[in-house]
């Protein structure tokens, strides 16, 4: 499915919030670069062959466990979770930290397939700080 125009890069509308605060930020991922073809997941393009490098990265770094936040919890959002898991990482989706589309019933279906994967579903209150 191809959305209309969104986040195209290069334009104010795909660039950080001048209001979010990264201050140990290492890396942005882009995705979404194929011009007819919408990309989900920050893993892999929608065509399955394009790896935008993200598990490299982490693995590379020792991380093994994945939170998941943004929009939508029913393609962006699960397509994420799901490949982080295929790429063999711990993976929590951190529901009131995401915002679903849900068409025709597309968000209680991402959750079954994402649970059905192995992600996980969690509060932002069930992570400790500190």
Known sequence: MLWPDHCVQGTEDAGLS???T????????????HQGMDS??????????????????LKARGIRTIFVT??????CVAWTAMDARKAGFETYV?????????LNGSLAAAWKQMTAKGVKRIQSRDIATG
Not at 70 to 75: K, L
């Open 22 to 33: 990264v201050p140990t930020a290492q890396l942005v991922i882009r995705k979404g670069f």
């Open 94 to 102: 951190i529901e009131d930290a995401t915002r679903g589309i849900d």
């Open 40 to 57: 989900y997941s920050a893993f892999e393009e929608a065509d399955h062959k394009t790896a935008t490098g993200l598990a490299g990265y």
């Open 70 to 75: 943004g929009i939508a919890t029913d393609f």
């Open 18 to 20: 001048k209001e979010l």
